[in-house]
């Protein structure tokens, strides 16, 4: 039996660099995304690039550890993640490369949901691409870009 777009967005959450972050401080909104994908039993997808971003090798990343550790395997992106997420950023105009890889990501893996504290950017990334889904952190009134503490 085919797999649908709902399907296959519930079987797969995608976590940019916000989440993480969000996580690490026990945020109610990213904690209940990630207790749900646990739930479903859904692969939970760490991009490595979400790594540089938010990991700076000193004891604040000690937070960040533990929900990495908590997730599982981070698997090295490849070539082919690589030269699309080159081609998300030509076809859009964006320049990005994290946020493009972080698409990229989901849509060599079939699609599923990012989710994000950046929903503006990654989702013109993903805007003619309908496997994919972009949750936001916080509402519209409160976005803005995670800070690193």
């Given at each position: 039996m085919?797999?649908t777009r709902r399907e296959?967005?519930?079987?797969?959450l995608i976590l940019d660099s916000?989440?993480?972050?969000a996580?690490s401080r026990s945020?109610?909104?990213?904690?209940?995304?990630l207790?749900?994908a646990?739930e479903?039993?859904?692969?939970?997808?760490?991009p490595?690039?979400?790594?540089?971003?938010?990991?700076r090798?000193g004891p604040?990343?000690?937070q960040v550890?533990?929900?990495l550790?908590?997730?599982?395997?981070i698997?090295?992106t490849?070539?082919?993640?690589?030269r699309?997420?080159g081609?998300?950023l030509?076809s859009?105009g964006k320049?990005d490369?994290i946020?493009?890889i972080?698409v990229?990501?989901?849509?060599?893996?079939?699609g599923?949901?990012?989710?994000t504290s950046?929903?503006?950017d990654?989702?013109?990334?993903?805007?003619?691409?309908?496997?994919?889904?972009?949750?936001?952190l916080?509402?519209?009134?409160k976005?803005?870009?995670?800070?690193?503490?």
């Amino acid at each position: 039996m085919a797999r649908t777009r709902r399907e296959t967005q519930a079987e797969r959450l995608i976590l940019d660099s916000g989440a993480i972050i969000a996580l690490s401080r026990s945020e109610e909104r990213a904690r209940a995304y990630l207790w749900r994908a646990l739930e479903l039993d859904a692969d939970v997808v760490v991009p490595i690039v979400v790594l540089a971003e938010t990991l700076r090798g000193g004891p604040k990343d000690a937070q960040v550890n533990r929900v990495l550790k908590a997730i599982g395997e981070i698997e090295p992106t490849s070539a082919a993640t690589g030269r699309l997420a080159g081609s998300l950023l030509g076809s859009t105009g964006k320049v990005d490369t994290i946020d493009a890889i972080v698409v990229a990501e989901a849509l060599t893996r079939g699609g599923g949901r990012i989710l994000t504290s950046d929903p503006d950017d990654l989702g013109q990334l993903a805007e003619s691409h309908p496997s994919v889904r972009i949750d936001p952190l916080a509402s519209p009134s409160k976005r803005r870009r995670p800070t690193r503490r």
